[in-house]
């Protein structure tokens, strides 16, 4: 989008069309800033990160569905997809499936701490337009390092890395959260009161003011809070953001994407029945869909299958239809699940049942007629999950939250399903 066209002038120029590929990205700690003497040069900036959060998102999808037993990637040109990444051979904390997202969504951290240093002394800019530049940025930040924290789970991540020449330490998963969900609570304060006066993109279209900010602020901090067990925080953090256990599945923030030039594509997206490279359902997903449910359109049939190394299926990823479809960051179906699951562990099942019916209704099924008791409410809203949510990052999460990796299928006998990735290598030194 025209938004996004200054990011070629300001710091990543060819280094951005490269790391939309494959091959390494430059150091995490080396864009640069250029002037931040004028609001101009700062609305470029705050332009630049929320570009920045699309880089390498394809990596990032394709490694946590092959590890969760989403999908297949088959590329004729990367064999790790099929062997590495399924479990047959150990990961590698220096190739691509790991080093080029944790570099982007850092990129976007160095870009946000840019931004709130530049932001924090401003003569040019009022206190409620410094809350609003702060406020966002804090929100994208815990955003971003959340997805990091995603991958490498128990190996931990650097929450402190404002100072590039004096890193903050790797922190365990439980405190890397605990420093997510302060960051977010800080983002919330600061969006309190404050004045947005910078652009944003469509992807926030209902949300570009301080209210609307403020809720995706808060749908996030559910999402960390059932990370965390804390139960009656997400629920408290839903009633603050914008969940509607009626409204559309699709309301939300996503990323968006154009054929403008200086833009980009949408990376997910790959032609039905594509020849050389596919991304494939696994084959589970169909055969455990129950008849009639609508999310069976997510994974379309092929006109013919597809093997490669022993696997094998027929089926087409089909979520992104053209390459300029948006990828969501949080949408409400999830909230409506978030809220389900803590109904679930607060033991308020009647609650809980009505919002896994609204999810079962809404995609064709009828009325759950299952157990009521908590384990069974758990299973089934594992299971509305997985094809609500389906390829979009979470069922790995998912099942490693509720130590179910044991159930996720190997196809092949030397498979196994990684739990979490190495650091990678630069970071580890």
Not at 212 to 218: I, K, S, T
Request: glycine residues 8%.
């Amino acid at each position: 989008m025209k938004q996004y066209k200054f990011l070629q002038a300001i710091f990543l120029t060819g280094a951005l069309l490269a790391a939309c590929q494959k091959g390494e990205i430059p150091n995490l700690n080396t864009p640069v800033a250029g002037s931040t003497g004028t609001k101009e040069q700062v609305d470029n900036l705050v332009t630049g990160m929320e570009s920045s959060m699309r880089l390498t998102l394809n990596t990032y999808f394709d490694a946590v569905g092959i590890i969760g037993r989403e999908i297949y990637r088959f590329s004729g040109s990367e064999p790790r997809y099929t062997s590495e990444l399924m479990g047959n051979g150990e990961l590698n904390n220096n190739t691509f499936y790991i080093t080029n997202p944790w570099t982007s969504r850092y990129r976007a951290v160095r870009q946000g701490n840019i931004i709130l240093e530049a932001t924090a002394n401003a003569a040019f800019l009022s206190a409620e337009q410094k809350k609003g530049y702060s406020g966002f940025t804090k929100t994208v930040m815990a955003h971003q390092l959340l997805m990091n924290l995603n991958m490498t789970y128990a190996n931990g991540i650097r929450t402190d890395v404002k100072d590039p020449n004096q890193l903050g330490p790797i922190k365990p998963a439980p405190d890397a959260l605990a420093d997510i969900a302060a960051l977010l609570d800080e983002g919330k304060a600061d969006l309190t009161g404050s004045a947005i006066d910078f652009p944003l993109s469509d992807g926030f279209a209902g949300f570009k003011t301080p209210a609307g900010l403020l809720r995706f602020n808060r749908a996030l901090a559910a999402r960390v809070a059932v990370y965390r067990q804390q139960w009656p925080a997400a629920l408290t953090a839903l009633n603050e953001s914008f969940f509607d256990l009626n409204g559309s599945f699709g309301a939300g923030i996503y990323h968006v994407f154009s054929s403008a030039s200086g833009d980009q594509l949408n990376n997910l997206f790959l032609p039905q029945n594509n020849a050389g490279e596919n991304r494939l359902a696994h084959p589970s997903y169909a055969t455990d869909v129950t008849p009639g449910d609508d999310r069976i359109g997510k994974a379309t049939l092929r006109t013919a299958s597809v093997t490669t190394d022993g696997l094998t299926s027929n089926r087409d990823v089909w979520i992104y239809t053209t390459n300029t479809s948006p990828i969501a960051i949080i949408r409400n179906e999830e909230l409506i699940l978030i809220y389900a699951e803590a109904k679930i562990q607060t033991s308020a099942l009647p609650d809980a049942i009505v919002a896994l019916n609204r999810i079962r209704l809404g995609h064709n099924l009828p009325p759950y007629a299952g157990g009521v008791s908590q384990a069974a409410l758990i299973t089934e809203m594992l299971r509305q999950r997985r094809y609500s949510l389906f390829a979009e990052g979470h069922r790995w999460v998912d099942m490693r939250r509720y130590n179910r990796l044991a159930e996720l299928p190997n196809t092949r006998p030397n498979d196994k399903v990684w739990d979490k990735f190495p650091v990678p290598l630069t970071e580890a030194n």
